[in-house]
């Protein structure tokens, strides 16, 4: 599975899993999950291309693009504000409207500090975060492709 494959490059694990500062994008993962030890054990969840992308901000956005020069400019499609994983998910007005959806569903507001410990309290946050996850990029893919 390519997707768990291109996680898995990226996740320190081999050293206990303490090193976060290592990998690119290391601050966003650092901040996702401070306590790798639990995101290794846990119980319940899958890591799909998607939850890939999130986690590791590599993929659908323009920052990271960008870095390859894919994209001209790391300006967000939508708001022309620097689009990394954080913008997209957190910040960018484009997307507020699924996340206040999945927030209702969750009884509870969601940012990058507490959204991964929320995955890990149950099998239904679980589906529901990554549902949202899974939405947005799709759109955000589809949107791409469009030009
Ligand atoms: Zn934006």
């Not at 790798?36 to 986690?55: C, M, P, S, V």
């Not at 939508?78 to 994983?85: G, T």
């Not at 959204?115 to 975060?129: A, E, Q, S, T, Y």
Request: net charge negative; with cysteine; glycine share 8%.
């Amino acid at each position: 599975m390519a997707a768990l494959e291109m996680l898995s490059a990226k996740l320190p694990v081999a050293d206990g899993g303490t090193e976060w500062s290592r990998v690119s994008e290391g601050k966003w993962m650092r901040r996702l999950i401070p306590e790798l030890r639990e995101w290794i054990d846990k119980e319940h969840g899958e890591i799909n291309y998607f939850l890939a992308q999130f986690i590791t901000g590599h993929g659908c956005f323009t920052h990271y693009l960008n870095q390859f020069e894919i994209r001209e400019t790391d300006g967000c499609w939508y708001c022309r504000r620097r689009d990394d994983a954080e913008h997209t998910f957190f910040e960018c007005d484009k997307w507020r409207e699924q996340r206040m959806r999945v927030e209702k569903e969750l009884e509870r507001a969601i940012t990058p500090d507490n959204v991964i410990r929320i995955m890990l309290d149950n099998d239904k946050n679980w589906g529901l975060v990554e549902g949202w996850i899974v939405g947005v990029i799709k759109r955000k893919e589809r949107d791409e492709r469009a030009g």
